[in-house]
Structure formats: C-alpha cells, structure tokens
C-alpha cells in the first residue's frame, strides 16, 4: 500500500470509478448487510463499541465467539507465516522460508513516524461540504456528468459510492440531463466546484477545495503534556519492524533472506468510518517485512502475492468472491516497485471487491528513511554473497535489503469470513447459519444428550472431556441439554460450529453416536471411540 492510500482502497484506484475501469462479471445479489451485523450481535460475534453509550464511530468490540473466531485467525496465520511459513513449501531460491516475529509497541518515538513518511505525509486529501458540514475523502467522490455535451447550466452531482447518495444523485442527473456518466471529483477542477452539488447537500457549489487530513491520533507522554510531549498511536504495525531490524539481525540466526512478522492494533482517525468493522477507526493487522537482496526481490514479491491469495483460500474464502487485483503502475507510491491487493467481494462492495489484504514491494525505501533520520545504519552484511576467496569463503556484500510486505487486516479477515459464511436456506428449519472453515470456527464441537435423563448427560460428559482434551485450546467445545434438538442444532448452525454429536438410546446400546454436518444437516452414525479420529482428520 501506499502512503497515499493508505487507509483502505476501495474504489480509490486513480481519478476513475473502478467499477468503470475494470471488468466485473455479473454476480449474484449480493447478502444482506443488516441481516449480517444482526447475526453478530445477537450471537456476539461483534458488538458496537460502548453500545449502551449509543456507541462510538468506527470503534468495534468482539463478544464471545468473535474474540475466538478473531484469535482462531490470528493463530493461523502466525501458524503459516510465522512458525511454518507457507505450510513449509520452498522459496524462490529453493530453501525453506524463513520468518521470525516481534511484537512492538503502539507508541514509538515520534520521529519514527517523520522518517516513515506518516507525519506530514499520512495525510489524505479531503474535501468538506460548508451546507451539511460533512468531510469527504477527495479520491472517494465520484460525479455524474452528461453522456455527451456539457452540462451548461446543469449542475454535476457528486456521490459516495456505496452510500444513499449514489442512487438519490443519479435519480438527480438522469432528470437534468438524461443520460449520466461517473467521473472522479478529482478530474474536475477546482473552479468548477461551484457547479458541484455535493453527496448530500441541496445547494450546489458547497464543496471546498480538497484540504490535507491527518489520520494519526495523537496523544501526550509524560505528565506535563506540552507540546515537546505530543506523541502518535501507530497507524501500521510495519514501522515497528524497521525500528527493530538490526536487533532482531544482531540478536538471532536469521540470514537473508527472512521476515519478520508483527501483528497488534492500530488506529486511524479515519474520516469516515463505515461499512461495519471494515473501515475502523481502531484495527488490528497481521504484517509481515520479508527482506531480501534486491536481486531477488521480484521473485520473492511473485512468491509472497501467490501465497497470500492461496492462503485466504484456504481458510473459506475461496470462489469468485475472491481476487488478486495487481495495482497498476500509476497508482504506486514513489519508492515501490510494485503491488497487488486480495481483495474480497463485500456485500457493500459488490460488484466490486474491497482490499482485504495488500502486498507491496517497497523497496529499500523505509529501512533507507530510518537510516537517514536516526543515523544508525542499518546495513546488512551477507556473508553468503560476494567472490570466492581462495580459502573456499565468501567475501561477503553490504546492502540496504529490499522488503516485500503482505500487509493484511485482521478484521476485514474476520468480516471477510462472516460474509462469505452466512448463509439463509428458507428450506431448513432455522433458515440462517454460517459456513465457517473449521480451522477458524470459534465452537468446534457441540455434544448434546438428546434427552436430560436416563444415562445420556453422563455419556455426553464423557465424550466432551475427550473432545475437550483434543481440541479444547482452538476453540469452544459446547454441549447443551436444555431444548428440542432442533432449537439446539440451529443455535449451532448460527454460531458456525461444524460438528454437533448426539448422544441417543442407541448410544447407549452400541456405543455409537450420531454426527451431524453444519453445511448439509445430514446425520450419520460413528462409534463413540472414533469422535476423535473423526473431529482430527476434520480439523487437523
Ligand atoms: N503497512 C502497510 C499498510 O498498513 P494498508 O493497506 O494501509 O497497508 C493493510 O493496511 C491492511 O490493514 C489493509 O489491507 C486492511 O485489511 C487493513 N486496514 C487498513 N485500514 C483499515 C481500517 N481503517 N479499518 C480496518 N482495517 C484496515
């Protein structure tokens, strides 16, 4: 990603609606956001923040099984990335990638972020509206003008796609002027704002000029809170990983190449927060700096953007909702060398795709800024590099490495898996339940004795310490007696868990138990003694 844009990048890509600029096949209906969010809360998976406060804007908390749900994918990518990264499959240069984390703090010294490019340079043009007092993201706001011929004296109408705006200013333009195209409010000089109609103004020409906006919160430390104590809470997590790279170089085995990975909250005072948890004013990312000679580092940027697309795949998100969008040229910052974004179809993005994850090659540019700001230099020396000697060693090589960073959001990983999981088939009997891998599903079994009597809780408390024992560290093991088994399957269905045991009067002639898939409602019977196997080869 890029300073520029950094913040998200829907619909952001150059001064053109990018739903104009690419080609989207017909897709179905997209799922109901409100039916979505309403899931969430009444099975807490997410909450709004301080909610009996009346909440607070693009501030969101987790409840029971969306802190598991979120932890569960968190856990797997420090299990890919980081413990055995990329499942142990073998890098460009044919040996096994090499990834090693830290965790580092919210708060660094402030001219960190000068060097970085943030202060100052994190800043995100805006455009504010003097009738309605909304601001607006400059490169957000898109305009209807005529098909053909010049408005005269029409006014434009500006729009945020994916808001109310959009249909009530098209509604607008198709009256003034029949036929209506979509042009970015940046392609439209600024003298011409006068003509502009803002997104939800009714008087045109209430658009100012676009105006820098700092996304960075700050904050004081120390107790005098004077303006030498003015400090910032990051607004990425990668910084902390340039910061740390000649400890982590110093302190450790590690030889080029490597990554280092850093995962933890970051906020953004973002403007216009919307769209559930997928534009946050507080979030949390998974980053990973792979560093690698700049010869290789094309290789290594192919390697890391494969990966990553495999990877979401393969925890459920696999499809046509899914895609690799490689950022065209125009739209890299200065330094980088090239990028491409996962994107996934949102239902408020749709037809369109919303980044979920961005990978960038940035070259040799931040470790270069913080070699220059702090004066430190952060060279590294490649022993493997470099003419042979006669003594059979290497004489070695010093370079700034270049780093490839797969950037990904670990919310928009967790709304991402919600959207894609709900479900709503009105021929079942509870028509809603969510199609979560089991990998990340925060229940991962549910027991149920089907009657409260008669020997069966007994057997289920069995088969729960069993299950628990096994797999009680990734997530819930429920079981429940209360209920029809209906009511107590659809409770399951809706929390995603994959796998509900019954324990049954057979059960207790033959020691087996029914096993009932989430995703088919179909019930089939296995021994008791082979839960466990079952629940292994399922879940890994
Ligand atoms: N170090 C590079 C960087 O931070 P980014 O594309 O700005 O790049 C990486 O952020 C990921 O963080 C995004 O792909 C997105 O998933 C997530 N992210 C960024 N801004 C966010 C926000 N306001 N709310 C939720 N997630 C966000």
Request: charged content about 25%.
């Amino acid at each position: 990603m890029t300073n520029e844009s950094v913040g998200e990048n829907v619909g952001q890509n150059a001064n053109q609606n990018p739903a104009l600029e690419r080609t989207l096949p017909s897709v179905p209906a997209p799922k109901s956001m409100d039916a979505i969010m309403s899931l969430c809360k009444r099975r807490g998976f997410i909450f709004q923040a301080s909610d009996i406060y009346g909440g607070l804007n693009g501030f969101w908390d987790y409840g029971p099984l969306g802190a598991q749900l979120k932890k569960n994918l968190r856990d797997a990518w420090w299990q890919d990335m980081i413990l055995n990264p990329c499942w142990g499959k073998k890098g460009p240069n044919g040996e096994r990638v090499q990834c090693v984390p830290v965790e580092t703090r919210i708060i660094q010294h402030p001219r960190a972020w000068q060097a970085s490019g943030h202060v100052g340079g994190f800043n995100d043009p805006m455009v504010d509206c003097k009738e309605t007092k909304n601001r607006y993201r400059y490169d957000h706001v898109k305009v209807y003008v005529p098909a053909s011929g010049e408005p005269g004296d029409k006014p434009l109408f500006a729009f945020v796609p994916g808001t109310a705006s959009e249909a009530k200013q098209l509604k607008k333009a198709e009256k003034a002027f029949g036929k209506a195209d979509v042009v970015a409010l940046t392609t439209i000089l600024v003298e011409r704002f006068a003509k502009v109609l803002g997104p939800d103004a009714e008087k045109v020409g209430s658009l100012t000029e676009p105006k820098q906006f700092n996304l960075m919160f700050k904050t004081y430390v120390g107790a005098t809170a004077g303006e030498d104590d003015i400090a910032y809470l990051r607004p990425e997590t990668a910084q902390g990983v340039f910061l740390q790279f000649k400890n982590v170089v110093d302190s450790t085995r590690v030889r080029m190449p490597f990554g280092i990975g850093n995962t933890g909250t970051s906020f953004r005072n973002e403007v216009t927060p919307r769209n559930f948890t997928f534009r946050s004013r507080e979030f949390d990312q998974m980053e990973l700096e792979f560093f690698c000679h700049p010869s290789e580092s094309m290789d290594w940027f192919n390697f890391w953007r494969e990966f990553r697309m495999k990877w979401w795949e393969s925890i459920g998100l696999a499809g046509e909702n899914l895609r690799l969008y490689d950022t065209p040229k125009k739209d890299l910052a200065h330094y980088s060398l090239a990028g491409s974004d996962v994107e996934y179809r949102f239902p408020f993005t749709s037809p369109d795709f919303g980044e979920l994850e961005g990978v960038a090659h940035r070259g040799n540019y931040d470790l270069t800024q913080h070699q220059e700001h702090s004066k430190i230099k952060l060279e590294y020396f490649d022993q493997d590099r470099g003419e042979l000697l006669p003594n059979g060693s290497k004489r070695g090589e010093k370079y700034l490495p270049h780093c490839i960073e797969p950037a990904a959001g670990l919310d928009r990983g967790v709304l991402a898996i919600l959207c894609e999981g709900y479900t709503r088939d009105e021929s079942r009997p509870s028509p809603e339940f969510l199609k979560l891998n089991p990998r990340v599903a925060p229940i991962k079994a549910a027991i149920f004795p089907l009657v409260n009597k008669d020997g069966m809780p007994e057997v289920a408390d069995k088969l729960y310490e069993e299950i628990f024992a096994r797999f009680g560290r990734t997530g819930f093991i429920e079981t429940d007696a209360k209920q029809s088994i209906g009511k107590r399957y659809a409770r399951m269905d809706e929390a995603g868990c994959p796998y509900c045991f019954t324990i049954d009067g057979e059960t207790l002639t033959n020691q087996t138990v029914t096993v009932r898939d989430r995703d088919t409602g179909v019930q089939s019977r296995i021994g008791m003694d082979k839960v466990t196997a079952f629940m292994t080869e399922k879940l890994g």
